[in-house]
């Protein structure tokens, strides 16, 4: 098995998931600090105001903000070449549009960035990773108002320039896909639209009841499309070398059965959810299929027809295309057909495969299917997996030991299946864990969804002193890494 030279190993977190201080050193209140924990079962809780006493998880994540230093030391040891992390851009515009940058904000960066670079890492940013600022939500229901195209390029040039010299990879927008996929994480994470009358409502309500208008949600990824575009060409004046890649959520999509409609069905999924996207981002124009998929679900295509966007979205394109993977599911016309516990990605069970407590199905060779499909979709463009892992519930052993044999198992798979698909000549620049640290769960909001090498000592309950430990996977990782993906045993 071989991967190239340069591969990039590493990780990925997500500041609103793991930085805590959510208020600190001037940083403003962005959408997931506005939301409670719930489980597999019971959907995060929208509240329209922070109430005091009440805990929500975001607020002081894995405190990472004031542990940077020590989680990057423990990123090296296991031998990364790369660390994804986002940007939170309440941090460095707490209001969205203000004036000037907050200093401060930007200075906690430029100590991270500089941590990374000591270790040898190279950063890989997030631009904005579900992370809109809550005023932005308020003031101009996120990217449905094109304003905050502006703001977000103002955001973004910002952090262009402040680290022109120090960083090359950037991503725009985390799973822009989501926006089309999941409703509530779609409408208020993705694109940041609220309507007033959640706003103003007296009580919290369930992150699946907000209300939610596919009218608008499909424009507001439109101008997202236009934003990230924007992005691209702003950072390459910037600096020209940068490679600035799109990031998408691939479910990977299988018919159900062999009845044709299936098939049909399967491919229209696809198309939508893990297919549009990418087409846009990367070849810079909305694909064949578009409008006709969108008018069949009632929506008024004519945004798409604007002149001026489509030649930013041609000249906007992505240097390399990323990308999430988790799971498959299956698509069927059959409504009786048992479906996948998850509110989220939804879609029908395989009987081929297992799945993890949150109902996500383990699928390895899916993996190297979807390598191998992106590759011959987008034959020039690098690719990169910059989320893989497994969500799971972990047991500290009376002498502190973490035996967490099943994430080991899942990624030995999935690495493996990277190996195969680089074998069979895709183009594969890198490759970064979820959660190579435990952090809050961006989907049911609890720690209780582990994903790390090592291990966080804090609870859904608010309990917990923060301490880090090193699980077993932590050491097996490490050994992947040092042998370049050869020995996964
Ligand atoms: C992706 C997100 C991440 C991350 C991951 C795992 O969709 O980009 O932010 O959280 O999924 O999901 P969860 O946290 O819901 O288990």
Not at 14 to 31: P, T
Not at 221 to 230: G, T
Not at 302 to 323: C, H, Q, S
Request: with cysteine; proline share 4%; charged share 25%.
């Amino acid at each position: 098995m071989a991967f190239p030279k340069n591969f990039l190993w590493g990780g990925a977190t997500a500041a609103n998931q793991c930085e805590g201080a959510y208020l600190e050193d001037g940083k403003g209140l962005s959408v997931p600090d506005m939301l409670l924990g719930g489980d597999v079962n019971t959907p995060r809780t929208f509240c329209p105001t922070i109430t005091e006493g009440v805990f929500y998880p975001s607020h002081d994540a894995i405190d990472m903000y004031h542990r940077y230093k020590e989680d990057v030391a423990l990123f090296a040891e296991m031998g990364f070449t790369c660390y994804r992390f986002s940007i939170n851009w309440s941090r460095i515009f707490p209001n969205g549009d203000d004036a000037q940058p907050n200093e401060a904000g930007l200075k906690f960066y430029d100590n991270l960035i500089d941590e990374c670079k000591k270790h040898g890492i190279e950063p890989l940013i997030t631009l904005c990773h579900y992370e809109i600022p809550f005023e932005i939500v308020k003031k101009y229901h996120g990217f449905y108002n094109r304003k905050t195209i502006d703001l977000f390029i103002k955001y973004v040039t910002t952090c262009f320039n402040r680290w022109k010299d120090k960083v090359k990879y950037w991503l725009t927008f985390n799973e822009i896909n989501m926006t089309i996929m999941a409703k509530s994480i779609g409408n208020l994470y993705g694109v940041g639209i609220i309507q007033d009358e959640d706003l103003n409502r007296d009580a919290p309500c369930k992150f699946n009841e907000l209300k939610d208008v596919l009218q608008e949600r499909i424009q507001a990824l439109h101008n997202e499309f236009v934003a990230s575009a924007r992005a691209v060409i702003e950072g390459h004046k910037i600096n020209p070398d940068f490679m600035i890649g799109n990031m998408i959520c691939h479910v990977t999509k299988y018919p159900l059965t062999p009845n044709p409609k299936d098939m049909l069905e399967t491919q229209r999924i696809d198309h939508l959810f893990n297919d549009l996207c990418g087409d846009v981002q990367v070849r810079g124009a909305y694909p064949y299929f578009a409008k006709k998929l969108y008018q069949d679900m009632g929506i008024d295509t004519a945004f798409m027809d604007n002149e001026e966007d489509k030649k930013i979205l041609r000249e906007g394109t992505v240097d390399f295309y990323t990308f999430s993977y988790y799971m498959s599911n299956c698509v069927t016309v059959d409504e009786n057909a048992v479906a996948i516990n998850d509110s989220m990605i939804g879609g029908a069970k395989n009987p081929y495969l297992k799945a993890s407590d949150w109902g996500w199905q383990i699928d390895p060779d899916g993996l190297r299917w979807t390598l191998n499909k992106l590759a011959s979709r987008y034959p020039d463009t690098p690719l990169m997996v910059v989320e893989n892992g497994f969500g799971a519930f972990d047991k500290v052993e009376d002498d502190g030991a973490i035996h967490d044999d099943y994430r080991i198992s899942y990624f030995r798979e999935h690495i493996r299946a990277l190996g195969e698909a680089v074998n069979d000549g895709v183009n594969l620049i890198g490759y970064t864990t979820w959660g190579p640290i435990d952090l809050v769960s961006a989907g049911t909001g609890q720690y209780a969804k582990r994903y790390g090498f090592i291990y966080v000592n804090r609870h859904d309950d608010g309990t917990g002193d923060f301490s880090r430990s090193r699980k077993d996977s932590f050491f097996w990782y490490k050994k992947v890494i040092a042998s370049n993906g050869e020995d996964l045993d």
